[in-house]
C-alpha cells in the first residue's frame, strides 16, 4: 500500500495552525491590510494549501472573529453558575493572555464583518458580558454592573492592545485584579466625583486642507478607511475628486494627518489640565477625567485614529507611536509614584488597561456624552489601576 507523502506530514490541527497564523496577521495588520500569502507564509504552507481549507479571505477573517469568543463562552459554560467574580475574570483572563497576540482583531477590525456575521458575534460576547454581570451582580449590591463588566472586560482584552513584554502568570494575576478594581468601582452616574477639566476647542476647519480632514474623519469611522474613497470626501466638501490632490497627495496623507491631530488634541488636553497638579494622585485622577473627556468628545477622531495606525507603512506610524508612548510615559510616572510595589512594565500595562475600558465602557453608553457618563468611566479608569 502506498502512502501520500504530503498527506504523512501534514498535521491533523493544520485548520486551527491557519486559524492561529491569521488571527495574529490580521490583529496586527488589519484585515485589508492582511493577504493570504503573509498567512499562509506564517504556517509555512502554499496559498494554494490555504485555499484548500477556506475558500477566500473574508471566510478566514471571519472564522478567525468567532474561535475567540467561542473559547470564552466555552470556558465560562464550563465554571458553576455560583462562580464569583474572581474565578469568572480568572478564566476569561487565561484565555485572553493565552491568545494575545489574535486578540486586537475584535476591538476595530470586526466592523469589516458583513451584517449578519456581526451581529452573530455580538449575541455571543453578550453572553460573555451577561455572565460576568451575573457574576457582579451577586457579588457587589451597587448598581451598574453591565458597565463595570463590560469594562472589567475591556481592562482584559487591553492585552492584545500593546506589546509590554510580561511573563504570562504575572500578567494574569495583574489583569485580574485590574478588572476585580473596575468591578468594584462605583461609578454613580452623575456623581460629579471625577476632576474637572477642560479640552482644547475643536480646531475650526478655516482651510480647504481642514476642511477636507473634517469630512474625511467621520467617513473613515463609519466606513473604514480602505472603503472610503476621495470621491465621497470630495463630494461631502463640495469639491471634484481631483481638486483633493492640490490639498494630499492621497488618502494616506489625510489618515496621517487625522491620527496626528487626535495625538496633538490628547497633548495639549494633558498639559492644559496637569499644569498645577503636585499630588500624583491627583495627577492620575486629572489623565483619567482627561483622556475620558477627550474621548467622549472626540469619538470619530480617536476611534480612527486607533483602529487605523496598524495599516500604516512603519514610517508613517513612528511619530504616532512615538507621541503615544510619551502620553503613556506620564501615566507610568504618576502611578509609580502612587503605587511603588509596582514595576515599570506592570505600571504600562494597567494604563492600558485603563484605555481598555475607556473603550468597552464608552461603547455600553454608546458614546453619550454626559457629565455623568464621563464621571462614571473615570472612576473605572482609576479602579482599574487600582486605585480606591
Request: charged share 20%; aromatic share 6%.
Amino acid at each position: 500500500m502506498s502512502i501520500d507523502p504530503i498527506a504523512a506530514t501534514r498535521p491533523r490541527n493544520r485548520r486551527q495552525l491557519i486559524i492561529e497564523a491569521a488571527g495574529r496577521v490580521f490583529s496586527e495588520r488589519g484585515y485589508h491590510a492582511a493577504s493570504m500569502e503573509e498567512i499562509s507564509a506564517g504556517v509555512g504552507i502554499s496559498a494554494a494549501a490555504l485555499y484548500r481549507h477556506f475558500p477566500n479571505k473574508y471566510a478566514l477573517f471571519a472564522e478567525c472573529a468567532n474561535v475567540l469568543v467561542d473559547r470564552l463562552v466555552a470556558v465560562l459554560d464550563e465554571l458553576p453558575g455560583s462562580a464569583d467574580p474572581a474565578r469568572v475574570l480568572g478564566a476569561v483572563t487565561r484565555v485572553a493572555v493565552t491568545h494575545r497576540a489574535a486578540g486586537g482583531l475584535y476591538r476595530w477590525e470586526a466592523r469589516y464583518l458583513e451584517h449578519a456575521d456581526r451581529r452573530l458575534l455580538r449575541a455571543k460576547f453578550a453572553r460573555v458580558v451577561g455572565r460576568v454581570t451575573e457574576a457582579l451582580e451577586r457579588e457587589h449590591a451597587e448598581p451598574g454592573a453591565e458597565l463595570r463588566a463590560a469594562a472589567a472586560l475591556g481592562a482584559i482584552g487591553s492585552i492584545s492592545m500593546h506589546h509590554v513584554s510580561i511573563a504570562q502568570r504575572r500578567v494574569e494575576s495583574l489583569l485580574v485584579a485590574s478588572a476585580l478594581g473596575v468591578a468594584g468601582a462605583t461609578p454613580a452616574p452623575g456623581a460629579g466625583g471625577a476632576a474637572r477639566v477642560e479640552l482644547p476647542a475643536q480646531p475650526v476647519p478655516r482651510t480647504r486642507r481642514a476642511e477636507i480632514l473634517a469630512a474625511a474623519v467621520p467617513l473613515f469611522a463609519r466606513d473604514g478607511f480602505v472603503k472610503v474613497t476621495n470621491g465621497q470626501i470630495a463630494e461631502a466638501v463640495g469639491l471634484a475628486p481631483s481638486a483633493i490632490y492640490r490639498h494630499y497627495p492621497n488618502k494616506v496623507d489625510i489618515l496621517v494627518a487625522a491620527c496626528l491631530q487626535a495625538a496633538g488634541l490628547l497633548a495639549q488636553a494633558v498639559d492644559r489640565n496637569l499644569g498645577e497638579v503636585t499630588e500624583p494622585r491627583d495627577a492620575l485622577e486629572v489623565l483619567a477625567a482627561t483622556y475620558v473627556a477627550y474621548s467622549f468628545e472626540h469619538t470619530e477622531l480617536t476611534s480612527v485614529a486607533e483602529a487605523e495606525v496598524v495599516g500604516l507603512r512603519d514610517d508613517l506610524r513612528q511619530p504616532l507611536i512615538r507621541a503615544q508612548r510619551e502620553h503613556i510615559a506620564v501615566w507610568e510616572q504618576q502611578l509609580l509614584l502612587v503605587r511603588p510595589e509596582l514595576d515599570p512594565r506592570q505600571a504600562r500595562v494597567l494604563v492600558h488597561a485603563g484605555f481598555g475600558v475607556v473603550v468597552e465602557a464608552g461603547r455600553r453608553l454608546h458614546w453619550e456624552d454626559t457629565p455623568g457618563h464621563r464621571d462614571a468611566v473615570a472612576a473605572l479608569v482609576l479602579g482599574a489601576l487600582g486605585l480606591p
